[in-house]
C-alpha cells in the first residue's frame, strides 16, 4: 500500500491511533502509539523514540532512535475501542536518525540473512506450528497455575473446554490476513495449536509476533491467560514451535528431485547438513529461556540428539513425506518463546552455510532415538544438544557462523543477557531443593 492508500483507508475505517510495532531482542512486541494527526509523520519514518530503554538496543549516549514503517504490513486491529474509532498497526524496522539502519534491530537481521541468500537465487519458506496453554484466572484477575481443561490430542468439547476461546482467535488472526490452515485442541491438557498458512520468511517472523499478541489478547478478553512458555507444568509436554522451511528459486522448490534418494535434493540435504551442524549453536536463539530446556528432555516428543529423519519424531530434524512443491524439513527444537525474526535468521543461516560447504547430514535415523544404545548413537554419529542454557550461551560463543548471522551488537547484547539469566537461576535455591534436602540432611 502507498501512504497515500494508509491515509484513505485510516479515515474509512475510523482509526484514530495507529501503533508502529517493532520488538527488543528478546522477541518481546514494543510500540509507540500515535494520535491521527501524526500519521503523516508516522508513515514517513519521522517518529523518534529512546533506543537505551530497550533491552539490548543502545547506550544512553546514542539513545535517539526512529521507526521506518514497513507499509505492506499496515492492518486495522478487528475489535474497537466504544464501537466507534478503531487502532491500526504497522511494523517497523529500527534505524538511527539519519536513516542508517540499526545493527541491533532483529527484523533487520533477518533481512541481512535473507538478502544473503537472494544473491544465491534463493529465498526462504517458513511454516512454524506455535503451540501455547490457556490458564483461568480467578475473580481477582490473578492467572491460576492449573490448566483449564482435561483435553488431549484432538479432543473436542466439553472436554477440550477452550474451543471457543481457539474460535474467536481464529476470527480475529484472519480479519487480520491469516489463512488459518486448523486450530484444534494439543497433547497436554490445555494445551492448544493454531496452524497459519506458511509464507516467506520476513512475513512469518511478523506474523509469529502478530499471532502471539492477538492470542493473548482475546484470551484475556476471555478471562483467560494464554502463555507461550516452554514448559508450564511438570510431567505435561511443553509448547513447541516446530519450523517447517524449505528454499524457493523463484517458483520452484529446490528442496523436491524426483529422481534422487528420498527424493530430495543435494541443496535439501546439505541444507539438514547445516542444520545439525549449527544446531548446538542456534539453540540458545530458538530456545532461549532456562525453563526451555526443561521442554528438551526424553519421553514428551521433543528432541534431545542431533539427528534427521524421514519420518521418525525424536530427532532434531524431520523430513514430511510431502513432495514436490510441498518439500520441506522439520525444524523441531525451537518453542515458541523464541525471539522469530533472530530464529528465523540462524535457522535459514546454517542451513546456507550447508549448502555453501556441501555438508553432509548422513544416513537418516529411522529408529527411536531415546531406546537406541550407546553403541548404536556412536554408529549413526549422532550428538546431543546442550541440556540447559548455559550450555546453549557457551556454544553460541563457539559458533561463528550463527554469531555472524545474529550480527556483532545483537550477539554481544543477548549473550550478556543469556550469561545474566543463568548465573541469577543458579544462585536461586527452588522448592523442589528445600522439599529434597531440607529434612534429610
Same mark, same amino acid.
Given at each position: 500500500m502507498?501512504? &497515500?492508500e494508509i491515509? #484513505?483507508? !485510516?479515515?474509512?475505517?475510523n482509526v484514530?491511533? @495507529?501503533? @508502529?510495532m517493532?520488538t527488543?531482542?528478546?522477541?518481546i512486541n514494543?510500540?509507540?502509539?500515535?494520535?491521527?494527526?501524526?500519521?503523516? *509523520?508516522?508513515?514517513?519514518?519521522?517518529?523518534?523514540?529512546?533506543?537505551?530503554?530497550?533491552?539490548?538496543?543502545?547506550r544512553?549516549?546514542?539513545s535517539?532512535?526512529i521507526?521506518?514503517?514497513d507499509?505492506?504490513?499496515?492492518?486495522v486491529?478487528?475489535?474497537?475501542? *466504544?464501537?466507534t474509532?478503531? !487502532?491500526?498497526?504497522?511494523?517497523?524496522?529500527?534505524?538511527y536518525?539519519d536513516g542508517?539502519?540499526?545493527?541491533?534491530?532483529?527484523?533487520g +537481521?533477518?533481512k541481512?540473512?535473507?538478502?544473503l541468500?537472494?544473491k544465491?537465487?534463493l529465498?526462504?519458506?517458513?511454516?512454524?506450528?506455535?503451540e501455547?496453554?490457556?490458564?483461568? #484466572? =480467578?475473580g481477582?484477575?490473578?492467572i491460576?497455575e492449573?490448566?483449564?481443561d482435561?483435553?488431549a490430542?484432538?479432543?473436542l468439547?466439553?472436554? =477440550?473446554?477452550?474451543?471457543?476461546v481457539?474460535?474467536? /482467535?481464529?476470527?480475529h488472526?484472519?480479519?487480520?490476513?491469516?489463512e488459518?490452515?486448523?486450530? $484444534?485442541?494439543?497433547?497436554?491438557?490445555?494445551?492448544?495449536?493454531? =496452524?497459519?498458512?506458511?509464507a516467506?520468511a520476513v512475513?512469518? +517472523?511478523?506474523?509469529l509476533?502478530?499471532?502471539?499478541?492477538i492470542?493473548?489478547? /482475546?484470551?484475556? #478478553?476471555?478471562g %483467560?491467560?494464554?502463555?507461550f512458555?516452554?514448559?508450564?507444568?511438570?510431567? %505435561?509436554n511443553?509448547?513447541?514451535m516446530h519450523?517447517?522451511?524449505s528454499?524457493?528459486?523463484?517458483?520452484?522448490?529446490?528442496?523436491?528431485s524426483?529422481?534422487?534418494e528420498?527424493?530430495?535434493?543435494?541443496t535439501?540435504?546439505?541444507?539438514?547438513?547445516?542444520?545439525?551442524?549449527?544446531?548446538?549453536?542456534?539453540?540458545?536463539?530458538?530456545?532461549?529461556?532456562v525453563?526451555?530446556?526443561?521442554?528438551?528432555?526424553p519421553g514428551?516428543?521433543?528432541? !534431545?540428539?542431533? +539427528?534427521?529423519?524421514?519420518q521418525?519424531?525424536?530427532?532434531?530434524v524431520?523430513?514430511?513425506?510431502?513432495?514436490?512443491?510441498?518439500?520441506?524439513?522439520? @525444524? &523441531?527444537?525451537?518453542?515458541?518463546?523464541?525471539?522469530?525474526y533472530?530464529?528465523?535468521a540462524?535457522m535459514?543461516?546454517?542451513?546456507?552455510?550447508g549448502i555453501?560447504?556441501? /555438508?553432509?547430514?548422513g544416513?537418516?535415523?529411522?529408529?527411536?532415538?531415546?531406546? %537406541?544404545s +550407546?553403541?548404536?548413537?556412536?554408529?549413526f *554419529?549422532?550428538s =546431543?544438544?546442550?541440556?540447559?542454557?548455559?550450555?546453549?550461551?557457551?556454544?553460541l560463543?563457539?559458533?561463528?557462523?550463527?554469531?555472524?548471522?545474529l550480527g556483532? $551488537?545483537?550477539?554481544?547484547?543477548? /549473550?550478556?543477557?543469556?550469561?545474566k539469566?543463568?548465573i541469577?537461576?543458579?544462585?536461586?535455591?527452588?522448592?523442589w531443593?528445600?522439599e529434597?534436602?531440607?529434612?534429610?540432611?
Amino acid at each position: 500500500m502507498t501512504k &497515500r492508500e494508509i491515509m #484513505k483507508l !485510516t479515515e474509512k475505517s475510523n482509526v484514530r491511533f @495507529l501503533r @508502529l510495532m517493532f520488538t527488543d531482542i528478546h522477541g518481546i512486541n514494543k510500540n509507540v502509539e500515535v494520535p491521527y494527526s501524526q500519521f503523516e *509523520k508516522a508513515l514517513d519514518g519521522q517518529i523518534l523514540f529512546d533506543g537505551s530503554s530497550i533491552e539490548g538496543f543502545s547506550r544512553i549516549e546514542e539513545s535517539d532512535m526512529i521507526l521506518q514503517p514497513d507499509l505492506s504490513t499496515f492492518r486495522v486491529f478487528s475489535w474497537r475501542a *466504544k464501537e466507534t474509532w478503531a !487502532t491500526a498497526r504497522l511494523i517497523c524496522d529500527v534505524a538511527y536518525p539519519d536513516g542508517t539502519p540499526f545493527p541491533g534491530c532483529p527484523r533487520g +537481521a533477518l533481512k541481512r540473512v535473507c538478502a544473503l541468500a537472494a544473491k544465491k537465487g534463493l529465498h526462504m519458506m517458513a511454516g512454524p506450528e506455535a503451540e501455547f496453554f490457556l490458564l483461568p #484466572k =480467578d475473580g481477582d484477575g490473578r492467572i491460576v497455575e492449573k490448566t483449564h481443561d482435561s483435553g488431549a490430542y484432538f479432543d473436542l468439547a466439553p472436554v =477440550d473446554r477452550g474451543e471457543e476461546v481457539r474460535r474467536d /482467535i481464529v476470527h480475529h488472526l484472519e480479519t487480520m490476513g491469516f489463512e488459518v490452515e486448523a486450530a $484444534h485442541h494439543e497433547v497436554a491438557p490445555g494445551q492448544h495449536e493454531i =496452524d497459519f498458512k506458511y509464507a516467506d520468511a520476513v512475513t512469518t +517472523a511478523d506474523n509469529l509476533m502478530t499471532f502471539r499478541f492477538i492470542v493473548r489478547k /482475546i484470551a484475556s #478478553k476471555h478471562g %483467560m491467560h494464554a502463555t507461550f512458555m516452554p514448559k508450564p507444568f511438570y510431567g %505435561m509436554n511443553g509448547s513447541g514451535m516446530h519450523t517447517h522451511q524449505s528454499l524457493f528459486r523463484g517458483e520452484k522448490n529446490v528442496f523436491y528431485s524426483a529422481s534422487s534418494e528420498h527424493r530430495l535434493s543435494k541443496t535439501a540435504l546439505h541444507y539438514i547438513g547445516g542444520l545439525l551442524k549449527h544446531a548446538r549453536g542456534f539453540i540458545a536463539i530458538t530456545n532461549p529461556l532456562v525453563n526451555s530446556y526443561k521442554r528438551l528432555v526424553p519421553g514428551f516428543e521433543a528432541p !534431545t540428539h542431533v +539427528a534427521w529423519s524421514e519420518q521418525n519424531r525424536s530427532p532434531l530434524v524431520r523430513v514430511p513425506n510431502r513432495r514436490g512443491v510441498g518439500t520441506r524439513v522439520e @525444524l &523441531r527444537v525451537p518453542d515458541p518463546s523464541a525471539n522469530p525474526y533472530l530464529a528465523m535468521a540462524v535457522m535459514l543461516r546454517a542451513g546456507l552455510d550447508g549448502i555453501e560447504k556441501k /555438508i553432509d547430514p548422513g544416513p537418516p535415523v529411522n529408529k527411536n532415538i531415546y531406546r %537406541m544404545s +550407546a553403541r548404536e548413537l556412536r554408529r549413526f *554419529k549422532v550428538s =546431543d544438544l546442550p541440556i540447559d542454557l548455559g550450555g546453549a550461551v557457551v556454544a553460541l560463543q563457539k559458533d561463528p557462523v550463527i554469531i555472524e548471522a545474529l550480527g556483532t $551488537h545483537i550477539a554481544e547484547q543477548y /549473550i550478556e543477557a543469556k550469561q545474566k539469566v543463568w548465573i541469577e537461576y543458579l544462585s536461586q535455591v527452588h522448592d523442589w531443593e528445600r522439599e529434597r534436602y531440607l529434612t534429610a540432611y
